[in-house]
């Protein structure tokens, strides 16, 4: 087997003309054989046979190495992997993508509010409602004043009966009637229906901007009913009749077996006061108010002249479980004050007693009054009184019913 020879270039920067291989393969002999190394690279190749052995045999030519021509690389190597020669070509590197970043578009402009109905008061469905009412309506938005005026349309309170007026930010109108709206009327609540007031905001309402009202409202109110009625006095001798000073009943047209009250004095100067009670209990539940409450009394008979020796008659609101001592002797609840100054037989007595109904309304069962005159007695020895039968008392009165 021959051994391979390596001839040594004589020069690493000249030489004979070569092929290209070749000098591709000297290039890279010379990267090695001119470094300082004395040639140790080349000394490792095993020398030819000793020439001495050899005499007169023909010298054959070294063999050619052919190094391929280097590849190209795709990608830059490290210096471990590339040793010294950095010489290799090196394809170039594709510049890195980049991304461009777009702001994001602006926000759409947001729409105007739509103006709404916030409350209405009398709230919608309102029963009870007083005939003084003003309606009030609060917007959302400050409102164009003149066409939300002419939004509004009732056919039971027209804008030509109301007056209208706006806050100061234009978001709360106030329609008034022109007069105290009419409760419906009669005697018996069973009878009497509702009055019910209707009214409505078109969508022709707008804001300041001239945005239409979201939707078209439309509420509903109910007035108080206004019920009329007669109580008579209780036929009851117990709570209807007469006391005297002398802590008896009465005598003559004022004993206890009559049915007459009496007030004044007797023929042996002895003070009489009456009573008069009213029953509450028949009036309905639910009752928010009176309107009015007068106590009527027919005087039946006179005897002696009560209003010149006695003075006037005074009325007062009392409360007692029976007539008697204590009847008698009570604190009055309150003093209604006189009634009248002159009466003759046949004559009607009234007096306003609605504070002292009211007072009782849900608190008693019973309305109750006591009569008697500014003097106790002008002790002439004479009978001088006013009587009056219970069956031409009454108190009427109004009430107020939801």
Not at 30 to 57: M, W, Y
Not at 199 to 216: K, N, V, Y
Request: overall charge negative; aromatic content about 6%; proline content about 10%.
């Amino acid at each position: 087997m021959k051994k391979l020879s390596v001839v040594r270039p004589s020069s690493c920067g000249t030489g004979a003309r070569r092929a290209p291989a070749m000098i591709a393969l000297t290039a890279s002999l010379c990267s090695f054989a001119c470094t300082p190394n004395n040639g140790t690279l080349f000394d490792q190749v095993t020398p030819p046979e000793d020439p001495a052995s050899n005499v007169g045999a023909p010298v054959e030519p070294a063999a050619e190495i052919v190094v391929p021509a280097p590849s190209v690389l795709t990608a830059p190597m490290s210096s471990e992997e590339t040793g010294a020669n950095t010489h290799l070509p090196v394809a170039p590197q594709d510049p890195p993508a980049t991304t461009t970043t777009l702001p994001p578009p602006p926000p759409a402009p947001a729409a105007p509010p739509v103006p709404t109905i916030v409350s209405v008061s009398p709230a919608d469905g309102t029963t009870g409602v007083t005939s003084d009412v003003q309606i009030v309506i609060t917007f959302s938005e400050p409102m164009a004043q003149a066409v939300t005026e002419a939004a509004y349309q009732s056919e039971s309170l027209p804008s030509s009966q109301v007056t209208f007026a706006w806050n100061a930010d234009g978001t709360q109108l106030t329609i008034k009637p022109k007069a105290a709206l009419a409760y419906p009327t009669g005697s018996d609540p069973d009878a009497v229906p509702a009055r019910r007031i209707n009214f409505f905001i078109s969508a022709s309402a707008t804001d300041l901007g001239g945005q239409s009202l979201g939707s078209p409202d439309e509420f509903s109110f109910a007035l108080l009913r206004q019920i009329s009625a007669s109580l008579p006095a209780v036929q009851d001798r117990n709570l209807t009749g007469s006391w005297r000073s002398d802590d008896t009943y009465g005598l003559n047209q004022c004993a206890r077996d009559q049915i007459t009250v009496c007030a004044g004095d007797s023929g042996s100067n002895d003070q009489y006061k009456g009573f008069i009670s009213f029953d509450l209990s028949t009036l309905p539940a639910g009752i928010v108010g009176v309107s009015a409450a007068t106590l009527k009394l027919t005087v039946s008979a006179r005897p002696g002249n009560p209003f010149n020796g006695l003075g006037a008659l005074l009325l007062e609101h009392a409360s007692f479980a029976s007539i008697g001592p204590q009847a008698f002797d009570a604190a009055a609840l309150a003093n209604i004050g006189t009634i009248a100054t002159r009466a003759n037989a046949g004559a009607a007595i009234t007096a306003d007693v609605r504070s002292a109904v009211t007072a009782d309304l849900g608190n008693s069962p019973l309305s109750q009054f006591r009569l008697h005159f500014e003097t106790q007695s002008d002790d002439d020895d004479n009978s001088d009184t006013v009587i009056s039968a219970w069956d031409t008392q009454s108190v009427d009165l109004t009430y107020l019913v939801p």
